[in-house]
């Protein structure tokens, strides 16, 4: 089981990043999805999640309106569209997979068995 982020980088706040999460040895039917980041110095933190058979989501509110996760089952990609990126959104970007029966989809970091090696997104002028 592996998952690859890509997409990260530097962009001007008030920008837009897309970031994509490919998943090898497994199919996302039956897990939940989620997108996670750290700031320096801070505790890894949710940003979204999704369900990859019900499609219910959850996410962090201070990217209400800004974010959003999509899945393509059939190619096991799990991406994140950010927009009016600000600073504070600045962090080390990674994807998780859990194994899950729910509707919803878990929160939490330590709910997650699998992670990527993340990818860095910087947001400054």
């Known amino acids: 089981v592996q998952l690859v982020e890509s997409g990260g980088g530097l962009v001007q706040p008030g920008g837009a990043l897309r970031l994509s999460c490919a998943a090898y040895?497994?199919?996302?039917?039956?897990?939940?999805l989620g997108w996670f980041r750290q700031a320096p110095g801070k505790e890894r933190e949710g940003v979204i999640c999704i369900n990859s058979r019900t499609g219910a989501t959850g996410f962090d509110d201070s990217v209400m309106g800004r974010v959003t996760i999509s899945r393509d089952n059939a190619k096991s990609t799990v991406d994140l569209q950010m927009t009016r990126l600000q600073p504070e959104d600045t962090g080390v970007y990674s994807c998780?997979?859990?194994?899950?029966?729910?509707?919803?989809?878990?929160?939490?970091?330590?709910?997650?068995?699998?992670w990527g090696q993340g990818t860095q997104v910087t947001v400054s002028s």
């Open positions: 998780a997979a859990v194994e899950y029966a729910g509707f919803l989809c878990p929160f939490v970091p330590s709910d997650y068995d699998y």
């Open positions: 040895g497994f199919t996302l039917a039956g897990y939940a």
